[in-house]
């Protein structure tokens, strides 16, 4: 079967386009959704990865029926609007992937959404909880180390332990506080976004990132970056989705290969439920997600939706 990723970026991680290809040609991927990320003014600079809309618009020119380009400015850029616009009347097919430190309840994200409702573009999106970065104050292995157990490193257990450390006891406090940064997170308030799904009925919202997937079960322990083990009741993600017809998800990257790998019956449930609304993507890694969703067993059509049609579906 031809499938499409629905969450693919040029030029992240060194992927570029010879590879993309490539990996898509021994995957069996028709197509690719290629997304922008675009941020004036990222709270973590050293993280930010800027990934324009030009080389997309040259992949898409090249390879017109292996790549669907995206682009999503910064909402906070005052000719945001006016962008989606030209980039409409250059090809662009969707919205995304807006990944922006700023909150749904945003004014200017209002004005955004006007824009994309007006040329019926589909919109990826990414969520992230608020949380402390470490950031070092100098080279070194000490601050190496500390930069690595303070932030991703065993999906934030030490961060989470080493926190607690120094709370309890004063051991690295003033160097942990010195040196952290808050993070204030990306359009992590599931509140403010049922409003915007009510008030904008024609954007097919695709979601996407760690806070959405941790949401797939109601009980999460603030260790976890990630969350982990086996649960009994679905989060706020499956209401939402069963509630709005305009919200779909990828289950791209770690967060989504996760979410589907940590309990697999509950996964297997939530995507028969679900599989009108679930979009296949990489987000450019190269887990086995593709195995996973095969060992599910679901039944042909849900995985053909899963797979290739709920993509083609958003773009209609």
């Known amino acids: 079967m031809n499938m499409i990723d629905s969450h693919m970026h040029l030029g992240l991680a060194d992927v570029d386009l010879p590879a993309i290809l490539r990996r898509m040609d021994e995957n069996g991927i028709e197509m690719s959704w290629l997304l922008t990320w675009e941020e004036t003014d990222p709270p973590l600079k050293h993280l930010y990865i800027p990934l324009p809309p030009e080389p997309i618009l040259e992949a898409h020119a090249k390879y017109p029926g292996r790549f669907i380009p995206f682009y999503a400015p910064d909402p906070t850029d005052p000719e945001a609007g006016k962008r989606i616009t030209q980039s409409v009347q250059r090809g662009i097919r969707g919205c995304g992937e807006l990944k922006v430190s700023i909150r749904w309840e945003d004014p200017v994200i209002e004005q955004y959404l006007e824009v994309v409702q007006s040329h019926r573009l589909p919109l990826v999106f990414h969520m992230e909880e608020p949380r402390y970065q470490y950031v070092p ?180």
Request: net charge positive.
């Open 137 to 316: 104050s100098a080279e070194g292995f000490f601050q190496w180390l500390l930069e690595r157990l303070l932030n991703d490193k065993f999906n934030g257990i030490s961060r989470y332990y080493l926190n607690k450390l120094a709370e309890h006891t004063g051991i690295l406090r003033r160097r942990i506080e010195m040196n952290r940064v808050c993070f204030p997170g990306i359009l992590f308030d599931f509140a403010f976004l049922e409003q915007r799904l009510v008030q904008f009925p024609q954007i097919r919202f695709i979601a996407h990132g760690p806070d959405f997937w941790n949401h797939i079960s109601v009980t999460r322990h603030p260790m976890y970056i990630h969350q982990k083990g086996s649960y009994s009741t679905f989060g706020i993600i499956d209401r939402l989705l069963e509630s709005y017809p305009n919200l779909y998800c990828d289950i791209s990257g770690l967060s989504g290969y996760n979410a589907l790998r940590r309990d697999r019956k509950m996964a297997r449930s939530f995507l028969e439920k679900h599989s009108d609304k679930v979009l296949y993507g990489t987000d450019n890694t190269t887990l086995p997600l593709l195995e996973l969703l095969r060992s599910m067993k679901l039944g042909k059509e849900q995985m053909d939706k899963i797979l290739r049609k709920n993509a083609l579906r958003v773009l209609e």
